[in-house]
């Protein structure tokens, strides 16, 4: 069964860290692209926004207010997608999603072969 669980959200202050992952099943991330996605409260499901995208041997893209904060990794021997957020902040609160697909344009993924997980929460408040 091919599958994207998602974990690490949490609630935390501003300025703080988290690293969300992202762990596969069912196939590898070897190949294709992968990127991470969030949904703000009140946003409807399907008009989240995309965070950041990574082909592979191609340099990460990043939405503009994540830009320095945000770090998209993968580790192929675990089969997960990392996400490093540092210095949160109250905006950066959203259910964070990932997908695997085909390639990025800029932090969209196109050609997404995965079916939406649960995602993770991540709650910025002071």
């Known amino acids: 069964q091919v599958q994207l669980v998602e974990s690490g959200g949490a609630s935390v202050q501003p300025g703080e860290s988290l690293r969300l992952s992202c762990g596969a099943s069912?196939?590898?991330?070897?190949?294709?692209?992968v990127g991470w996605f969030r949904r703000a409260p009140g946003v409807e499901l399907g008009k989240g926004a995309g965070?950041?995208?990574?082909?592979?041997?191609?340099?990460?893209h990043y939405r503009d207010s994540v830009k320095g904060r945000f770090t998209i990794s993968v580790d192929s021997a675990k089969n997960t997608v990392y996400l490093q957020m540092n210095n949160l902040r109250p905006e950066d609160t959203a259910t964070y999603y990932c997908a695997a697909g085909v390639v990025c344009l800029n932090t969209v993924l196109l050609g997404v072969r995965t079916s939406w997980g649960q995602g993770t929460q991540v709650i910025v408040s002071s």
């Open positions: 965070v950041s995208c990574l082909s592979n041997d191609k340099p990460a």
């Open positions: 069912g196939f590898t991330l070897d190949h294709g692209a």
